[in-house]
């Protein structure tokens, strides 16, 4: 079974500032996609980036990016030029490539990320 | 585009009772998930339904089911009611399980379910 792993709780970072968010998972599969959810107190998860494992190049959406390691199972979120409006719980997540598999997505537990004025 | 919707926003029970939660997907998807968000636990998969079938089941006792009507949207039941079923359940859809698994599944906002 696959799992992922988010070892900070919470983060915190300046306004305009740069943070990085932790995310490692363990799987045997080699086909598969990850994804960035944010979660604000309105409680809405919106989709923030995703990765597919096959492609090297790492995902990038505006202030967005990621750093994907697929050797080292490790799928870390860069958000630039942090704004008060990115105060919110991250969650990172697997999903298998379908291949008759389960389409269900496996979370980690997140990261309370605070952004200081 | 309506995203997806949940209904009730807010649903208490007291112990023992059975509640339903629903959800309309985004016009146009045939998948259906549910998630349980629990205080401390994270989001954990409940049901998958996808063109009216049932397609896997997380690890959740048999008093947690659903169904998946003709027109996609879905219901959620959980009969005799425990304390530690107070969460959060999350709807998401996607465009269904023909296509390639990186259509994203887009959430809704959610019903919290409070057990008294």
């Known amino acids: 079974a696959q799992t992922v792993t988010q070892s900070q709780p919470e983060m915190s970072v300046q306004e305009a500032e740069t943070v990085t968010l932790s995310c490692t998972y363990d799987?045997?599969?080699?086909?598969?996609?990850l994804f960035w959810y944010k979660q604000p107190p309105s409680r809405q998860m919106i989709l923030v980036i995703r990765q597919e494992a096959y492609k090297q190049q790492n995902a990038t959406e505006n202030r967005f990016s990621v750093n994907f390691q697929k050797a080292a199972k490790s799928f870390s979120l860069k958000i630039s030029d942090s704004q008060l409006g990115d105060a919110a719980m991250y969650f990172c997540?697997?999903?298998?490539?379908?291949?008759?598999?389960?389409?269900?997505?496996?979370f980690g537990k997140g990261t309370k990320l605070t952004v200081n004025p | 585009e309506a995203g997806v919707t949940q209904s009730p926003t807010h649903l208490i029970k007291t112990r023992g009772q059975q509640a339903t939660l629903r959800c309309s997907p985004i016009s146009g998807h045939t998948s259906v998930y549910w998630y349980q968000q629990a205080l401390g636990l994270g989001l954990q998969f409940l049901l998958w339904?996808?063109?009216?079938?049932?397609?896997n089941r997380g690890n959740f006792p048999p008093r947690f089911s659903g169904r998946q009507f003709p027109n996609y949207s879905s219901e959620l039941n959980v009969n005799a009611l425990e304390l530690e079923d107070s969460a959060l359940y999350l709807c998401?859809?996607?465009?269904?399980?023909?296509?390639?698994?990186?259509?994203?599944?887009?959430f809704g906002d959610g019903t919290r379910l409070s057990i008294l």
């Open positions: 998401a859809s996607s465009p269904g399980s023909l296509l390639p698994s990186n259509q994203p599944q887009h």
């Open positions: 997540a697997y999903r298998s490539y379908y291949q008759g598999g389960s389409e269900k997505l496996v």
């Open positions: 339904y996808d063109e009216g079938e049932e397609r």
């Open positions: 799987t045997s599969e080699s086909d598969y996609y």
